[in-house]
């Protein structure tokens, strides 16, 4: 199970639609891959993780954003997705 590795969470990650054309979805995951890359040069660790519902434009989005399908959480049906830092 992946709550047993050591990982940076990624939670809640959202916009408010009212910001719709103002900010990019890639931008607010880019930001927050920073703020973590800079984390991980204190505190180490390789992976990164996020946990969304079972839509195809989610895991389309974080796909595209460097994230692989992992596991399906069998109580809550969420998708785990991982992405390793270099």
Do not use: H
Request: glycine share 8%; net charge negative; aromatic share 10%.
């Amino acid at each position: 199970m992946i709550t047993e590795i050591p990982a940076f969470l990624i939670g809640q990650l959202g916009k408010n639609d009212s910001y719709a054309g103002e900010i990019a979805g890639d931008e607010i995951i880019d930001y927050a891959l920073s703020v973590i890359l800079r984390a991980q040069e204190i505190i180490g660790g390789r992976i990164v993780y996020i946990e969304c519902q079972d839509k195809l434009e989610l895991k389309e989005f974080y796909s595209r954003n460097g994230f692989k399908v992992f596991r399906q959480d069998p109580d809550d049906k969420l998708i785990q997705m991982v992405r390793l830092l270099k």
